[in-house]
Structures are given as structure tokens and as C-alpha cells.
């Protein structure tokens, strides 16, 4: 025995299972803004982090170089200074060379994923306009229906 379900097909039905899949995408948008904002807040800490470790290691750095200095029973020749310094030059060049690379990666990132947040709150805006749109569609009244019900009520049924 089939049975046929008169109210699948209304109008209210469907505008019913509109609203339902609008409100499980705006769901889905807004749990991927929290993810974005997340990673956003990672990355920006992770950024922080590296900037204040590489500041730690060039102090470091110095200070082992000032110890290295007063190690050294006599002063070096110009000739072994402009080369030692050739060389320190260098090495802190490639150094910083390899932190910025991966500064630019983590900035790329951060841009990224900032892009795909406004992306994701562009879309949630306009599932809410058409989400309001459906509700206030839902709530006009149908002038069919007020006929019909004017009808069955003036002949009292």
C-alpha cells in the first residue's frame, strides 16, 4: 500500500527543506571560519616565536663572539680580521637568508588563509540574505489560501 504524503509537495515543505540545507551550509561556512581564524592565530604566534628565537640566537651569537675575542691571546692581523669578518658576513647572510624563506612561507600562509576567512564570511552573508529572504516569503500570506478558507467558511464546512 503506497502512501502518498500531500505535504511533501507544498510550498512550505520545500521552503522548509531550503532553510534546512541554507542553515546546514552556514554551518559548515562557519565552522571553517573558526578554522581559519585559528590557523590565522597560529601562524601569527608561530611568526612571533621565530622573530624572538632568531633575536635570541643573534644575541647569542655576539656574546660568544665578545667571549671568543677575549679568549685570543693577541690581537689578529688586519689581513685575518677582514677575512674572519668575510666569513661571519657570509655564514649570517645564508642564516638569515634561510629564516627569511620561511618567514615569507609563514606570511604567504597567514595571507592565505586571512583571504579564505573573508571568503567564507562573504558567503555566510549571503546565505543570511537568503535565508531572510525565505523567511519573509514564509511568512507573507498566500492569497489562494485566504480565498479557499473564506470559501470553506462561508459554506460552513
Known amino acids: ?30 565552522k571553517k571560519l573558526q578554522m581559519a581564524k585559528w590557523v590565522i592565530n597560529y601562524l601569527e604566534q608561530h611568526n612571533k616565536q621565530l622573530e624572538d ?9 655576539i656574546r660568544e663572539d665578545r667571549e671568543l675575542a677575549q679568549k685570543r691571546p693577541g690581537d689578529l692581523t688586519p689581513i685575518d680580521r677582514e677575512s674572519m669578518l668575510i666569513q661571519v658576513n657570509t655564514h649570517l647572510e645564508k642564516l638569515l637568508a634561510k629564516a ?11 595571507t592565505h588563509y586571512w583571504a579564505r576567512m573573508h571568503v567564507c564570511k562573504a558567503k555566510m552573508k549571503i546565505l543570511k540574505r537568503r535565508l531572510s529572504k525565505a523567511l519573509k516569503r514564509r511568512k507573507k500570506p498566500d492569497p489562494l489560501r485566504i480565498l479557499a478558507e473564506a470559501s470553506l467558511a462561508g459554506h460552513n464546512t
Not at 53 to 61: G, I, K, V
Not at 100 to 110: A, E, F, G, V
Open 1 to 30: 500500500m503506497d502512501i502518498i504524503d500531500l505535504d511533501a509537495s507544498s510550498p512550505s515543505s520545500k521552503l522548509k527543506e531550503i532553510i534546512r540545507q541554507q542553515r546546514a551550509e552556514n554551518d559548515l561556512l562557519q
Open 53 to 61: 628565537e632568531h633575536t635570541l640566537y643573534e644575541l647569542r651569537q
Open 100 to 110: 627569511n624563506k620561511y618567514k615569507d612561507m609563514l606570511r604567504h600562509m597567514k
